[in-house]
């Protein structure tokens, strides 16, 4: 199954070109109510960078959202040319589905050099051989979350951490989660693809730390979630299709939305990534 969605992965990611700035992008066979925002989100990047046209690397991607895409329609994406340097580019991508705009994404682009280094320090965790894969611990709470369990997995999750139902149903709460992630499979040797494959997970566990930090899980209470915008900066070229740990945590949560931060780092320590995802999140207690 992990393979075949691997394949639906690199099927999304590889947009019809409708004419120089404009793009198509489908839907996988296995869907959420709404477009899943990890993948709006990869494939308006991936709009973005086909629409450079020279060499140059992603330094940041800032994603508004305004309405929740129909998965059963096809996307379309828009691209509006703002600078074009030798350093600097910019582009800003418009999703939508007719007349209808679901969200709208800066893209920066930037070839810096060399310069000053430093970044956060990896958590000491165990290495991903050691930890079991996402179906094992699907495995029991398949009436619980079938939303996961159901989900497209085109990338590998290995829990560093339990994940919130497990931690749920152990009656404890972790204010951080941690998880190590890659494709299910080798990618093409395209820096544009393994740079979406990481957007695209960006979205998976970022909202987790804000309900595990008061116990709480998806599908053992009545939450409600969306995300209004989603930020990721780019601090280091990447390979997705091998390990990489994504380390993320809640800051705040206030007035019915929670703010959800993250660090993508490679095997070596190295921050290759940052996260940031502004969420609407209603807790129904009660149930």
């Not at 828009?78 to 600097?88: P, W, Y």
């Not at 679901?102 to 000491?124: F, I, K, Q």
């Not at 949560?253 to 660090?263: D, F, K, N, V």
């Amino acid at each position: 199954m992990s393979a075949a969605d691997f394949d639906e992965l690199l099927a999304l990611l590889d947009l019809r070109r409708v004419d120089d700035d404009t793009f198509a992008g489908s839907h996988p066979s296995k869907n959420p109510v709404r477009t899943f925002g990890g993948q709006m989100m990869a494939q308006a990047f991936v709009a973005a960078s086909r629409a450079v046209d020279h060499r140059i690397s992603p330094s940041a991607l800032s994603v508004h959202f305004v309405a929740g895409g129909d998965p059963a329609r096809e996307l379309e994406f828009r691209v509006t040319r703002l600078r074009d340097e030798r350093r600097f580019a910019n582009r800003r991508v418009d999703v939508c589905q007719g007349q209808d705009l679901l969200a709208t994404a800066m893209v920066s682009y930037m070839n810096g050099g060399r310069g000053l280094e430093h970044g956060v320090a990896a958590p000491d965790v165990p290495g991903p051989e050691e930890l079991p894969k996402i179906g094992e611990l699907l495995r029991g709470y398949e009436e619980t979350v079938p939303h996961f369990v159901n989900a497209l997995r085109p990338i590998e999750w290995r829990y560093t951490n339990d994940p919130a139902w497990v931690m749920r149903d152990k009656g404890q709460r972790l204010d951080h989660n941690r998880v190590w992630l890659k494709t299910e499979g080798a990618m093409p040797d395209d820096p544009v693809l393994h740079t979406a494959a990481l957007v695209y997970s960006s979205d998976t566990t970022v909202l987790d730390s804000i309900i595990t930090t008061h116990g709480l899980s998806w599908g053992f209470d009545r939450i409600f979630a969306a995300t209004m915008n989603h930020s990721v900066w780019f601090h280091r070229p990447v390979r997705f299709d091998e390990w990489v740990l994504y380390s993320t945590s809640s800051p705040v949560a206030a007035e019915s939305r929670g703010l959800g931060t993250g660090h993508f780092f490679d095997r070596s320590g190295a921050l290759l990534a940052t996260v940031a995802s502004d969420a609407v999140v209603k807790y129904f207690p009660g149930r």
